[in-house]
């Protein structure tokens, strides 16, 4: 069997081969043994991390389980990003994304590190829960159904029978917002926002009657 062939027979609850060696090498291990600093890969894309992914699939024979695909813009997608440089040392670069929406920006405060594959989220797109969350819920969901698949297309092509390809997707789910969407909740140490995501599962059914925020609950 190929890997890809393997990957997908076990995935489908059938018996491969031999069990597949799939490792969830992530980004840091692939980007530390191509030497660059972790900047080069999360922050500019250069070179892509699923590239570097498969260097390693490819060197020590894994069976590939790709989970960095993606889909490109969509053809409804009303906003425009433009990306801010707001300090740069010899160990971090402060980046701020600001997303151009008919109703207004929203921007978004990241820290990237040279010896460090963590990316620190030091601000998200929701500060003001009642302002900004409509707005989130608006523009950030476009259609998935016309969005630009050629970067999704041209990984699988590259990846061919070294591996199985994933694609992501994002919803509107209470998980999301919790984890790099609400200014103050998450991982990242952010400081304490008392309240905002109870208040934001009580308003985002308000503001969008077929959202499931208010009820889709991670435990």
């Excluded at 207004?104 to 003001?128: A, F």
């Excluded at 590259?158 to 984890?179: F, H, M, R, S």
Aim: net charge negative; aromatic share 12%; proline share 8%.
């Amino acid at each position: 069997m190929t890997p890809k062939e393997r990957m997908l027979c076990a995935i489908n609850h059938g018996q491969p081969d031999v069990v597949p060696v799939a490792p969830d090498i992530s980004g840091m291990l692939p980007t530390r043994a191509a030497g660059l600093p972790f900047w080069d890969s999360y922050l500019y894309n250069n070179p892509p991390g699923w590239l570097l992914y498969l260097e390693q699939v490819k060197k020590f024979g894994l069976d590939g389980w790709f989970i960095y695909g993606g889909l490109g813009p969509s053809r409804d997608d009303k906003r425009e990003f433009r990306t801010e440089v707001r300090e740069k040392t010899h160990s971090k670069i402060v980046v701020r994304r600001h997303c151009d929406t008919p109703d207004g920006t929203l921007w978004q405060e990241q820290v990237y590190y040279r010896d460090n594959p963590e990316v620190m989220r030091t601000s998200n797109w929701v500060k003001d829960v009642d302002k900004d969350l409509p707005t989130y819920l608006k523009y950030f969901f476009p259609d998935p159904s016309s969005c630009d698949d050629a970067d999704f297309q041209e990984q699988k092509r590259k990846i061919g029978d070294y591996g199985v390809v994933g694609c992501c997707v994002g919803y509107p789910e209470l998980g999301n917002l919790y984890i790099g969407v609400l200014d103050g909740t998450g991982y990242d140490g952010q400081r304490s926002t008392p309240g905002g995501l109870e208040r934001a599962a009580y308003l985002a059914p308000k503001t969008d009657p077929d959202s499931k925020l208010g009820f889709d609950v991670k435990g």
